[in-house]
C-alpha cells in the first residue's frame, strides 16, 4: 500500500520521502527479501523519482517487441530483410474496416 501510495505522488520530494520510508521499513525487518527489495529501490531510486515528473510507460515499446517477436518466431527463415521490415509495418498499422456498419448486426 505505502508503495502504491508513493508511486501515485507528483511531487518528487514527497515522492522520495515515500520511497525512503519504505526503505527504512524492509531495512528494519532484517528479511533477506525485503532486504533484496531495499537494495533494488536504492539502485532504481533516479528512475523511480523521476517518475513523478515524468509518468512514461514503456508499454507501447513493449508491445511493439513483442509484434516483433512474434513475427520473427511465425516467419522464421525470410530471405530478405526488406520483406520483413515491410510485414512489420504490416502489422502494426491500426486494422481498417471498410464499411463498419455492413458488419453490424441488427436485431
Not at 539502485?43 to 515528473?53: D, K, L, R, V
Not at 509484434?67 to 520473427?72: E, G, M, Q, Y
Not at 516467419?75 to 474496416?97: M, Q
Amino acid at each position: 500500500e505505502s508503495l502504491t501510495l508513493a508511486y501515485s505522488r507528483n511531487d518528487e520530494a514527497r515522492m522520495s520521502e515515500d520511497i525512503i520510508s519504505i526503505m527504512d521499513t524492509c531495512k528494519s525487518t532484517k528479511n533477506e527479501h525485503l532486504m533484496w527489495f531495499r537494495r533494488l529501490l536504492d539502485n532504481h531510486f533516479e528512475g523511480i523519482i523521476a517518475h513523478a515528473t515524468y509518468d512514461i510507460s514503456a508499454g507501447k515499446i513493449e508491445g511493439i517487441n513483442n509484434k516483433i517477436k512474434t513475427l520473427r518466431r511465425q516467419a522464421y527463415g525470410y530471405r530478405d530483410d526488406e520483406y520483413f521490415f515491410l510485414k512489420l509495418f504490416d502489422i502494426s498499422r491500426k486494422t481498417y474496416v471498410r464499411n463498419p456498419l455492413s458488419h453490424k448486426i441488427c436485431d
